[in-house]
């Protein structure tokens, strides 16, 4: 399982020593190697144990990224890219050590083309930052992983959240990447075009492949226009059976529901108590209708027909801003509220995906499973991709609960995979899932091994993840 | 330019001979070397010289997908999947001979999950087929390229067409292919989850990949409900620049038109002449509108409004089929009516794809390209994606006129490249385009060809495509 994947790998000590004595030379000031940098660029916001890197650089622009991969290159020292440290799988761990690359500088808006409603940023950039800079120009960035992610780190994971049964993921919202790759040479994937028949999609290559084939140094996005009119409403049900056939109906019925979460009645438990408020304890659905007023008015009395349909009473909607801010204010807070049902635990947030016909079938197995074992372990998801998150509650110093905590992740995958789904959904491979990832795509894997070695020959990019063997 | 590229490539003459003496033995007659089949199995729809296969071969399953690899392999003999045979750009012509595959037997719906909206079916089902198959289900699959292609086909091809600017393109509507790849191995590139960050996205690498990779066995499709009601309408301009503004409100409004297509005067002067219609000499766009009866009702009175804020009278809209039917049938026959325009003539069809701020300027520019060298040339385009087509009526036995025609598509190509386009929006680079990929996308086709020889040591698969050199 996960953590037992995770070994501190083997290390090119001359080559990084060369390495730091080279990057110090040229950075200066933007080349650190304190223990409390290394720190936060390690891996810090999950159950994965941190493995530092040895220094941080901070280039400024692709010029800078290209020297750096050059003296990297020659000394064969791993370079990992760096964003906001909001990933969950290990990602920016260092098990053989090497340089992080920290991106946070790079965060300029290079342009935004209102009238073909995209932009293109430099990795830096955080979801909020685009947003709050689109703000005056009618559009907005819809993907919404949770975290204040960096766009970079957010192509590198092909990340999505609440926004994607609309809106899509990063696949679908990134029109071309600028990456520097093996040979510190620039590429560029793509040009602004909607879409492109030309060559191989070497976009959505570089689109989820967490950092190990080159670092991004621009990403250009669609975007969308503030939709005119927001409404939400929150709905409960009898059973978490009832909710996944109102989302399959809605989404069958070409509803374009902006955001469908479920969260279960442990979830709701724990908001109703971090957040103080008092909705009822039942597996419930969040929903957001974006368009015209009269398009979210159609789209919120249909969902509420289908709603009702399935048993749920009391489905009401909104479009004030302050109404629909508290009733986010519970999903947002997810995270905490799942911490606050065990004051000092650790929280191992995992997510996979499937069919969204399998989702009611899939969490009620994982409800039994949690029961049996008697974990604590709250159920999040973005139910119209079919996609949830486990937030397992356990104490990380007790090696008997990260046992239990281990073979139940395993459990989860394994049922996940054999109803055709995927071991994740959203958070990227990264160290944790890499044994599931072998499960999932067989000899698969052997072709993405084979992309690996012929872009990035001396293994410099992120090595140590995605797979678990070279 | 584009004819002056193709070229019969080197022919391993003795490696042919003896996979046409394995796969005679093994496949009887389902493999063929008839001058007729074989002509048939080249290039017959495009201006581009046809170039033979040696023999064609009928596989029936991926096991023997996986014989055919393993004999080609062996040998080092080219094999070019074949489907439809409805692609533009020299993508089943046989440059260096060797075998077509003929996916054509391999043409069943192996599963559809109604509930999940997707769809498993063999690379020789044609998208009609497919069509017909689910309609019992109250599904469809949207993507409609004009021709009646087979998905493998589209898939390669990453086709797209009239639809996509709502419902996206192959690449959007692909979640997981199997093909039979280098050794003959059978891989699966995902599962039936609607999202996956699960390692890279191999499934996109083969979506558009023109066969290079491997021969693809199968395809899980995204699907869409049949919209309840669908409402049309034809709409007047009096210049492109009118037209295109209008298509840049509606996308940019958020109205989910479902096709909205510009024909230019000319066109709609060759759609008149050629289906008995009078509908006015103008730039015309043709727009869709799919869902609720309310929901088409407001996005057509959305779009009327902006249409007359950009000069358009006269937009109408119907729901009723029938008169849906005739409205279509025009920008249907597009094709045969620009063959109308001049009897005996070739037709080049040729497409580029910009962002949608550059349409108008991109098509006026190439507007007056045509009217100074003298061409006939009308112009069609999906232009809610930015992508048109021209179809260039030419003398193709005339020397002088090929070599215009030829000048005018270099000017063509390069000019939406300028503008921040790329070369094919839809139809591919097969052997046509290879010369504009290079300048599109520079270094960043070192990359394909890495990926290429690594995945495709022996360049067995469809080789003399996509890359100008190997």
């Not at 939709?227 to 059976?241: D, H, K, L, M, Q």
């Not at 499937?354 to 974990?375: G, K, Q, Y």
Request: hydrophobic fraction near 40%; include cysteine; glycine fraction near 10%.
């Amino acid at each position: 399982m996960a953590l037992k994947a995770i070994k501190q790998g083997a290390r090119n000590d001359i080559g990084i020593a060369a390495v730091k004595t080279l990057l110090g030379a040229r950075f200066g000031e933007r080349f650190q190697t304190g223990d409390a940098v290394r720190a936060q660029h390690a891996h810090t916001t999950t159950y994965i144990p941190a493995q530092l890197p040895d220094a941080v650089v901070f280039p400024e622009n692709a010029v800078e990224v290209s020297e750096i991969v050059k003296i990297a290159s020659a000394h064969r020292v791993p370079l990992i890219a760096f964003g906001a440290g909001s990933s969950l799988e290990g990602h920016i761990n260092a098990p053989h050590g090497g340089i992080s690359v920290d991106m946070s500088r790079m965060n300029r808006v290079i342009e935004v083309n209102p009238e073909d409603l995209d932009c293109t940023v430099e990795p830096g950039v955080t979801r909020e930052e685009l947003n709050t800079f689109l703000r005056d120009t009618g559009l907005f960035f819809p993907i919404d992983p949770g975290a204040n992610a960096s766009i970079g780190g957010m192509a590198s994971t092909r990340a999505s959240g609440t926004n994607a049964v609309r809106y899509g993921t990063m696949r679908e919202n990134v029109l071309a990447v600028t990456a520097v790759v093996a040979g510190g040479r620039e590429i560029r994937t793509g040009h602004r075009a909607r879409k492109s028949s030309s060559g191989y999609d070497l976009t959505r290559l570089f689109v989820g492949a967490e950092g190990t084939l080159g670092i991004i140094t621009s990403i250009t996005l669609r975007l969308n226009g503030i939709p005119e009119v927001i409404s939400g409403g929150v709905c409960p049900f009898r059973t978490v059976a009832d909710a996944c056939n109102a989302v399959i109906l809605t989404i069958q019925s070409g509803i374009p529901v902006a955001r469908i979460e479920l969260l279960d009645a442990l979830q709701m438990k724990a908001c109703n108590v971090y957040s103080g408020l008092s909705y009822e304890e039942t597996p419930t659905l969040f929903v957001e209708f974006h368009g015209s007023a009269e398009s979210v008015a159609l789209q919120s009395r249909h969902f509420a027909e289908i709603a009702s349909e399935f048993g749920s009473k009391g489905f009401v909607w909104t479009t004030k801003p302050e109404e629909r801010a508290r009733l986010w204010k519970a999903r947002h807070n997810a995270y905490w509220a799942q911490k606050s049902l065990k004051p000092g635990a650790a929280i191992l947030a995992t997510d996979v995906c499937v069919p969204i016909s399998r989702l009611a079938d899939c969490v009620a197995a994982t409800h039994e499973d949690i029961a049996a074992n008697a974990l604590i372990a709250p159920i999040v998801g973005h139910v119209g991709d079919g996609n949830f998150h486990v937030g397992v509650v356990f104490d990380d110093k007790d090696a008997d609960d990260v046992e239990r905590v281990e073979a139940f992740i395993e459990r989860l995958n394994s049922r996940a995979l054999a109803m055709d789904g995927t071991c994740t959904g959203e958070h990227g491979i990264g160290q944790g899932k890499m044994p599931f990832l072998e499960t999932e795509l067989g000899e698969a894997v052997d072709l993405m091994r084979q992309i690996k070695h012929a872009l990035d020959p001396d293994n410099i990019f992120n090595p140590g993840k995605i797979f678990a063997r070279a």
